[in-house]
């Protein structure tokens, strides 16, 4: 295999995990109520662990996407800057679309992290949640800003797919 399928395996691998992760756990949120036996917290505090795997998955992704660019995007480019020049007219190559669907994807993550799901982390303190009301309040934030981030990140994945 050469080293460009190879890196190609790599990005279809760490986006179809960090995707699928996403998609899996805003369906979990959003139909938490008709799971009677699992409770919201349980859910949020999975996803929570499971943050080391989506970050890695994430970090791999944008490592081979970096990687793979310039061969797909500006295989005749002279320079570096060149190389890693972003395609401006989607009709001839969508990748200008991707990078600006992972830029607006990667902006709500950060805020899901710090905004949406801090507040969770905060009324979880030593696995007691003392206030559920607020928990399933927060809970709800979380589930909405999951669902975008699950749709930003997998529309990209799609808008790549359809590549030059």
């Not at 200008?96 to 709500?108: A, C, T």
Request: hydrophobic share 50%.
């Amino acid at each position: 295999m050469s080293l460009n399928g190879a890196l190609h395996g790599l990005l279809v691998l760490s986006g179809t995990v960090h995707g699928g992760s996403l998609l899996a756990f805003a369906a979990l949120l959003a139909g938490r109520k008709l799971i009677p036996h699992v409770d919201e917290v349980s859910i949020v505090r999975v996803y929570r662990a499971w943050g080391a795997g989506l970050g890695l998955s994430l970090g791999l992704f944008w490592l081979a996407l970096a990687l793979i660019w310039p061969g797909l995007h500006n295989p005749g480019a002279t320079t570096l800057l060149g190389s890693f020049a972003i395609p401006l007219n989607p009709a001839d190559d969508p990748g200008g679309v991707q990078i600006g669907l992972l830029f607006v994807y990667w902006v709500n993550y950060v805020a899901l992290e710090i905004w949406t799901l801090e507040p969770c982390r905060l009324l979880d303190k030593d696995g007691v949640v003392a206030d559920r009301v607020a928990y399933a309040d927060t809970t709800s934030k979380v589930s909405r800003h999951l669902a975008m981030n699950a749709a930003l990140f997998n529309a990209a994945l799609l808008v790549g797919s359809l590549g030059p």
